[in-house]
């Protein structure tokens, strides 16, 4: 079966795709949530994580979302389709094969990633654990497990983003998104939502 017709009969069995934005944790993903609201799709958050200095535009989190990997109920995932949830790639491998996904993938550069997590540490008070260069080896192999993945599974299709591309042109970022989503979204707001001045930890 050719991929196009591939998913012709995904879409017809398992009917609109759920948006999946993903990405490690201090990637950008809030951010792209945020352009995608924008753009006029309905995105899925419950926001009991509250906005704070660290995500002031707040975080667009379902608590629901990080119990998945606990071998629970994801048949609520169903009600979902055509709409947009946050889920970073950790989750990823836990999502049941039962529903079409276009993922939205945010890569940060990893250093960058860090610096932000160490500031959000610090303010709270928390040790960071493992120093940043392990870290980075651990990050770098399960972002290429994420993506193994992602290929590997035919409910997934990918678009990959690039963190600092889409700060310094946030208008060909929305434009990608729009042609792969294929929703006739509103990418001038999508553009207009990207603020330079929350890139605070840059490598």
């Known amino acids: 079966m ?3 017709l591939h998913q012709v009969y995904r879409r017809l069995r398992y009917g609109d795709p759920l948006v999946v934005v993903s990405g490690l944790p201090r990637s950008g993903t809030s951010m792209m949530m945020q352009m995608l609201e924008a753009g006029g799709l309905e995105i899925v958050a ?5 906005a704070d200095p660290d995500n002031p535009e707040g975080y667009y989190e379902l608590e629901r979302v990080k119990k ?3 071998g629970g109920d994801t048949a609520w995932l169903t009600d979902v389709r055509g709409k947009v949830i946050k ?3 950790h989750y990823l491998k836990y999502l049941p094969d039962d529903n079409n996904y276009r993922v939205v993938f945010v890569h940060r550069d990893l250093d960058e990633v860090l610096a932000s997590q160490a500031k959000m540490l610090e ?3 928390e040790d960071p654990g493992a120093d940043d260069g392990r870290m980075k080896v651990l990050y770098a192999e399960h972002l290429a497990e994420a993506a193994r993945e992602l290929a590997g599974r035919s409910c997934f299709e990918t678009l990959d983003l690039r963190h600092r591309e889409t700060i310094h042109d946030p208008e060909g970022a929305a434009a990608r998104i729009n042609a792969f989503l294929g929703r006739g979204l509103d990418e001038q707001a999508m553009a207009e939502v990207v603020d330079p001045d929350l890139y605070r930890n840059r490598a």
Do not use: M, N, P
């Open 46 to 50: 419950d926001f009991e994580r509250a």
């Open 68 to 70: 998945i990997d606990l």
């Open 87 to 89: 889920i970073v790639s």
């Open 123 to 125: 303010r709270r008070g």
């Open 2 to 4: 050719t991929s196009i």
